[in-house]
């Protein structure tokens, strides 16, 4: 079992800039993708940024967030600059290892105007 344990949510300007950490519980291997979904209300939940193997992307985060990984601290990170209205959401670490995915337990953004 690995718990996920998130950080650095809160309120925020238009414009403004806002750094998320999740910490895993254990060590993690380099290539599992672990990355950052995020659920307004009313809307589905939605990948924002992944690191594994490979680096993505939503298209509407390209060019403001950055996702990093610190493996062996078992952290990765969301830089979010530029951040905008509509990317106020509840963010949530994910963790897929073989198959068995992990969640955090959410953290609150929220961007004013």
């Known amino acids: 079992q690995v718990q996920l344990v998130e950080s650095g949510g809160g309120l925020v300007q238009a414009g403004g800039s806002l750094i998320l950490s999740c910490a895993a519980s254990r060590s993690i291997f380099s290539i599992s993708p672990m990355g950052w979904y995020r659920q307004a209300p009313g809307n589905q939940r939605e990948l924002v940024a992944t690191s594994g193997s490979r680096t993505r992307y939503t298209d509407s985060v390209k060019g403001r967030f950055t996702i990093s990984r610190d493996n062996a601290k078992n952290t990765v990170y969301l830089q979010m600059n530029s951040l905008q209205p509509e990317d106020t959401a509840v963010y949530y670490c994910?963790?897929?290892?073989?198959?068995?995915?992990?969640w955090g337990q959410g953290t609150q953004v929220t961007v004013s105007s």
């Open positions: 994910n963790l897929n290892i073989f198959g068995k995915e992990y």
